[in-house]
T-cell receptor
Framework: GQQVMQIPQYQHVQEGEDFTTYCNSS?????IQWYKQRPGGHPVFLIQ?????EVKKQKRLTFQFGEAKKNSSLHITATQTTDVGTYFC????????????FGGGTRLMVKP | EAGVTQSPTHLIKTRGQQATLRCSPISGHTSVYWYQQALGLGLQFLLW???????NRGNFPPRFSGRQFPNYSSELNVNALELEDSALYLC???????????FGPGTRLTVL
């Protein structure tokens, strides 16, 4: 079945350092979504990318969708302690487009 | 706009008992999804309901079941609880025309 993998699983950074998480799908995706879950919280939608090669920015966050629409990345410039949490990517399930297949998440920890 | 609500916040049961978890979607959202998130792990898809019908289920045993009511709220039932059912159970709702899912705060189920 469709698999969505994320690396790394964990990342410790010093505040001010950059951070990147990578997402790879076993199948081509019509779109990819990113969610953030703060410790003790629930996932919150960040963004959706639809076009091949699309790049979107939200302040210090840069999201990219690969040309083949099978991979994506989230880059955070100059991390802050407020960036702490787990970042999930998710793509529509090939067998049921109204469902999402989530990656395993990357847990970001930021040392002040 | 009120978000997705879930009840109870916490639930403690003993092995072999039955648990009922409830979810109210955002007004106008007809799709409800249930996920299991074991401690520190990713989101495992459980069930998807839309317009009162079960549309898909994840790789979970039949003792995980649920339903969706005419007002689109939903209930997740877990029978014959096992220790490994201890997890955060998240409900998400979605508007038919978009892929984004809105998550509730979750129910923390502890099985002793």
């Amino acid at each position: 079945g469709q698999q969505v993998m994320q690396i790394p699983q964990y990342q410790h950074v010093q505040e001010g350092e950059d951070f990147t998480t990578y997402c790879n799908s076993s199948t081509t995706l019509s779109n990819i979504q990113w969610y953030k879950q703060r410790p003790g919280g629930h996932p919150v939608f960040l963004i959706q990318l639809v076009k091949s090669g699309e790049v979107k920015k939200q302040k210090r966050l840069t999201f990219q969708f690969g040309e083949a629409k099978k991979n994506s990345s989230l880059h955070i410039t100059a991390t802050q302690t407020t960036d702490v949490g787990t970042y999930f990517c998710a793509g529509p399930n090939n067998n049921a487009g109204n469902m999402l297949t989530f990656g395993g998440g990357t847990r970001l920890m930021v040392k002040p | 706009e009120a978000g997705v609500t879930q009840s109870p916040t916490h639930l403690i049961k003993t092995r072999g008992q039955q648990a009922t978890l409830r979810c109210s979607p955002i007004s106008g959202h007809t799709s409800v999804y249930w996920y299991q998130q074991a401690l520190g792990l990713g989101l495992q898809f459980l069930l998807w309901y839309d317009e009162g019908e079960e549309r898909n289920r994840g790789n979970f045993p039949p003792r995980f079941s649920g339903r969706q009511f005419p007002n689109y709220s939903s209930e997740l039932n877990v029978n014959a609880l096992e220790l490994e059912d201890s997890a955060l159970y998240l409900c998400a709702s979605r508007l038919t025309s978009v892929y984004e899912q809105f998550f509730g705060p979750g129910t923390r189920l502890t099985v002793l």
